[in-house]
């Protein structure tokens, strides 16, 4: 079983950072792949960004790339998403997600929910414009 904790939301201004924490406990972290997922109200949650055990593999959806950067720290078993120049469309609540994947099953698989095991409790971030 896996925990996995968000922390970093909060309320920014257009064209403003933050950086979204998920620390993961319970197991071993190092062969998971992790993603965020997001979902503003009234809407379906979406794929964001995955990042691969390794570290070697990400990929983001394109309404974020070129904005947002996942990053990890498998010895602080913690997944980082760097969020800079922010929009209004960009409020949601982020999730966290981890499934185990020791082996590369591709980006379209890592960008379903359905195939991920473990999630947060997600955090609000908000951005007014």
């Known amino acids: 079983q896996v925990q996995l904790v968000e922390s970093g939301g909060g309320l920014v201004q257009a064209g403003g950072s933050l950086r979204l924490s998920c620390a993961a406990s319970?197991?071993?972290?190092?062969?998971?792949?992790m993603a965020w997922f997001r979902q503003a109200p009234g809407k379906e949650r979406e794929f964001v960004g995955y990042?691969?055990?390794?570290?070697?593999?990400?990929s983001y959806a394109d309404s974020v790339k070129g904005r947002f950067t996942m990053s990890r720290d498998n010895a602080k078993n913690t997944v980082y998403l760097q969020m800079n120049s922010l929009k209004p469309e960009d409020t949601a609540v982020y999730y966290c997600?981890?499934?185990?994947?020791?082996?590369?099953?591709?980006?379209?698989?890592?960008?379903?929910?359905?195939?991920?095991?473990?999630w947060g409790q997600g955090t609000q971030v908000t951005v007014s414009s």
């Open positions: 997600a981890a499934v185990d994947s020791p082996y590369y099953r591709g980006s379209y698989y890592y960008s379903r929910s359905s195939n991920y095991d473990y």
């Open positions: 319970g197991r071993t972290f190092s062969s998971y792949a």
């Open positions: 990042i691969w055990w390794t570290g070697g593999s990400t």
